[in-house]
């Protein structure tokens, strides 16, 4: 007995030193053969290992390749090393349970042909996918290339990682990592359902750009049917509320932008979309719908409409106070172009019942707006604003850093202008005041240093007055500055004055000091007194 004893150790120990020893003094390059004709029947492709081969038994199996090389063509997939450790336990029963996979510099190229068709690497995996668990799967200093044949446009994840685990090669998995696209980065949490036999898998992914306070989630089912990808969901971007300094210290609004997605390689449409910018109780809400082409001619198309929109709760101040409708409008005009620069061609139609802004309503609010060079294109704007104002625009808002302008034709019709000019500035005298109607035509320059009208056609008083008129607002040493040209058959001079001097009542606006006016009338009366043929150039 103590002999078999004896013998039945020595038999082990010698094992465990066969197992210790074996690794250090067998070279696994004599094997790479063996290592890539088993490997290519496994994944169903070419397989080939040119770097150096390690491997170990104890004390848990451990398997590194090398410089490995899988498939061929344009869809070949390189990587720097493949290491696998499986646990000991679970291999003695005859299962495959990876304690840690680590994956170093994959290299993928995934494509889309002309159709729309994924191009990818062809495996056809020859062993049961469920019977490999990865507890931690690894990978890092990857690098994924997507191209499309379509467009001919390509875009590049670089410094791809990921840390996470797999319950067999199809599913489920999740975990989180980052990648780099065009030098930002951008971490990321995903997490899968199991590959079905339909070819579809559930997905749930958050991105959170470094380089932006936006967040991006995705929940749905992405599916390859002959090759063409499908994904159906929902899509959500977000911005929290956050602190930025323009001049000041100041808080910005938070937004959401959230609704159903139908996407394929050619095209994806956005139903049952909500936009809301604000706080949850106070912001203002607009639906619609949205259609994003994809190709060489990309492009994006939507309509948002509401039928009640509160700024005056959206944008107030953190103090209380709420902007002037003028200052209102400049900041949403900031947002919009902090949230969106596009590269490809944006059309929105935008249609909204009434808008609380300044204590007043703007009813009717309709138009549509398009990307530009440097900004956006305003067509067919048309509301009616307080002091029974009927306004229609159109034409270019121009946007540089904080400085926000407007160019283009525009026309105004005002019932009672001086409670429409009260209004914009945000002055409490919006009451009706004692000014007759006002009409205007022209061609409008709205900006932060000046205002100014050419081509003016006006009519108040029943008088028609044409020309120009040109207001620089005070800056530093300068004086606020009016100049004017002026053509009428019949003016009341008595009567623009005692105009001019109800619309500023209360104004915060400065008088000029510095005017230069020419003035060409057919018959002017100033006085009492009557004159015709009047030419003046004053300065």
Known sequence: MQTTLLTVAIALILALVAALVAPLVIDWGTYRALFEREASHLVGVNVRVAGPIEARLLPSPRLVLQDIEI?????????????????????????????EMHLDGPQVNIGLDAAGRMRAPDLAVAFDPDALSIDRLSIENGKLTLTDAANGSSVTLDRFWFNGDARSLVGPFRGEGAVTIGGELYPYRVSSGRYGDDGAIRLHVNVDPVSRPMSIEGDGTFALADGAPRFDGTLSLARPVGVAKRGAVEVTQPW???????????????????????????????????????????????????????????????????????????QLVEFASGAVSPTFPIQLGVGIDQVTLGGSSVQNFRGDISSATGGWTLDRFEFRAPGFTQVRLSGHLAVDGDRVAFNGPAEVDAGDPKALAAWLEGRGDVAQGDLRPLSLRGEVTLGSEKIAIEWLKAEFERKTISGRLAYSFASGSKAAKLEAELNAPDLDIDAALGFGNAMLAGSTIERPHDMTIAADIGRATIGGFTARNASARVK
Do not use: C
């Open 71 to 99: 498939g061929g063509g344009t869809e070949k997939v390189r990587a720097r090393s493949l290491g696998i450790e499986f646990a000991l336990g679970p291999l003695m029963r005859g299962e495959w349970h990876a304690s």
């Open 256 to 330: 959401r932008l959230s609704g159903k997605i139908k996407a394929t390689a050619q095209s994806a449409l956005m139903d049952n979309l909500e936009f809301q910018y604000g706080s949850e109780d106070q912001g203002l809400k607009l639906t619609g719908v949205a259609e994003f082409k994809f190709g060489k001619r990309p492009s994006l198309n939507g309509v948002l409409s509401g039928r009640q929109v509160d700024l005056d709760r959206a944008l107030v101040a953190t103090d209380g106070n709420r902007p002037p409708p003028a200052a209102a409008l400049r």
